[in-house]
C-alpha cells in the first residue's frame, strides 16, 4: 500500500498509468448481459489483484483505507473507458456501504472482499410487486423460529439477481400493531438457499437485466441479520441515498463517453444545431457539478440524505436529454436499428424509475428540502 496514492490527483495518475499498461478491453463481438457480467468480474478481479478496488474502502472490511473519493475515481476511469457498464458496477457504490455499515464487523470483513474483487456479485431485494413507491408496504415476511428465521414472499426489479450470490432483502418482522417503519428487519440471505427462485424478466430493452425472487419457506441464519430487528427501515434510508447519488458518478462518465460518440457521429451529417448539443452537454455538466459536490460532501464524512433527491432528478433529466438528442439527430437509428442507441435511449427511460420515480423525488425535495408540506 502507498499513502502516497491516498492523494486524489495522485491516484488518478497512477491508476490511468496502470490502466494503459494493462489491456483490460472487453473481447469484441458479444454484447450480451451474460458477456457484460464476466467482463464485470473480469475487471474486479484485476483491479482489487493490483490493490486499486480497494482503495477508500475500510481497512476492517479488506480495504486499503485513504478518501472515499478514491473508489469514485475508480468507478470513473473504469466506466468511462468502457471496460465495464455503469449498471453492474453501480452494485458495488449502492450495497458496499452498507454492509460495512450494518453487518457484524466479521461478515463485513468475510463478504465484502468477494463482492469487490469478482468473486460473487450480490442484489439488492427491494421492492416487491404492492411495494415500489411505498416501500413500507412490503410484505416479504421473516418469522423467528430458534436460531434461523424463515423468509417467505415475493420481490420484484432484482436487478442482475440471476448472476448475484446473496441478497440484501427487506423482510417484515413486526406483526399488524408494529409501526410499518420498526416493522421491518433486512438480512444478508445466500440465493442457493433452498426455497429461492430466481426468474429473469426482460425488459423493453430486450435484455432479462432484472428478475423476480421468489422465497418459500426460507431458512437464513439469526447472523445474517443487518443491524437488528426493526433497523431495516433505516437501512433502506441510508442506502437509497447511495443509489440516487454517489452511485451515478461512473455512470456520468459513460453518458460524456456516449456524448462524444454523438458529436463524432453528427459532424459531416448537417442535422445538428449547436443549440441540439448545447442543450444536453448543459444538462450533463449540471449532472457532473451536483455529483462531484456530492462526491466531495461524502469524502468530507457529511451522511447522505434527501438531497440526493436533487442528484436523481438531474440523472433522469440529463440521460433523457442526450439520448433524445440522439433521437433528434440520427433519424431512424432508435427507431429501426438495433444498435446500441437503441438500447440506450429505452434504457434511459428507466432512469426516472429506477431508485425511486423521478415524481417520488420531486415529492422529497418540496417536502423535506423545501418544507412545502404535503400538497
Ligand atoms: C431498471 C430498474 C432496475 C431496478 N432494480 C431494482 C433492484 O435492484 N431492487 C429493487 O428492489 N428494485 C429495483 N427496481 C424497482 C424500483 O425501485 C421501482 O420500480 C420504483 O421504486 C417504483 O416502484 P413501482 O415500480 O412499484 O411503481 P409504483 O410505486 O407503483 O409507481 C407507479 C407510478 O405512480 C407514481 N407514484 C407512486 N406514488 C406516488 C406518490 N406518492 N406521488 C406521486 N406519484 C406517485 C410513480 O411515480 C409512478 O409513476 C428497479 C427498477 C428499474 C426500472
Known sequence: MSEALFEPAAFRTALREWLDANDLTPPPGDDSLDAHQQQHLRVLKALYDADWMRYGWPESA????????????????????????????????????T???YARPELAAEMVPRLLSGQESWCQGFSEPGAGS????????????????????QKVWTSFAQYATRCILLTRTGGPDTPN????????VDL??????????????????????????????????????????????DLLPYERSTCFWQRIAYL????DTLINEVKGLGTA????????YLALHTLRCRSRATQHRLAGGQKLGADTSIDKVLLAGAEQRLFDTVRDLLPGH????????????????????????????????????LDLGKE
Open 192 to 237: 442457493d438457499s433452498p426455497g429461492v427462485t430466481v426468474r429473469p424478466l426482460r425488459t423493453m430493452h430486450d435484455v432479462d437485466e432484472f428478475c423476480e425472487v421468489y422465497f418459500d419457506d426460507v431458512a437464513v441464519p439469526g447472523d445474517r441479520m443487518l443491524g437488528n430487528v426493526g433497523d431495516g427501515w433505516q437501512l433502506a434510508m
Open 256 to 259: 460524456y463517453a456516449r456524448f
Open 62 to 97: 479488506g480495504g486499503l483505507g485513504g478518501p472515499d473519493i478514491l473508489r469514485a475515481i475508480v468507478g470513473e476511469e473504469v466506466v468511462g473507458r468502457g471496460l465495464d457498464h455503469p449498471g453492474p458496477y453501480s452494485m458495488l457504490d449502492v450495497l458496499t456501504p
Open 134 to 153: 411505498d416501500l413500507a408496504s412490503l410484505t416479504t415476511c421473516a418469522e423467528q423460529r430458534g436460531d434461523q428465521w424463515v423468509v417467505n414472499g
Open 334 to 369: 432508435i427507431e429501426l436499428t438495433d444498435d446500441f442507441w437503441r438500447t440506450d435511449y429505452l434504457y434511459s427511460r428507466a432512469a426516472s424509475i429506477y431508485g425511486g420515480t423521478a415524481e417520488v423525488q420531486r415529492n422529497i425535495i418540496a417536502r423535506r428540502l
Open 273 to 280: 444545431s449547436d443549440s441540439d448539443l448545447g442543450e444536453a
Open 99 to 101: 454492509m460495512i455499515d
Open 181 to 188: 417503519h420498526e416493522a421491518i428487519t433486512a438480512f444478508f
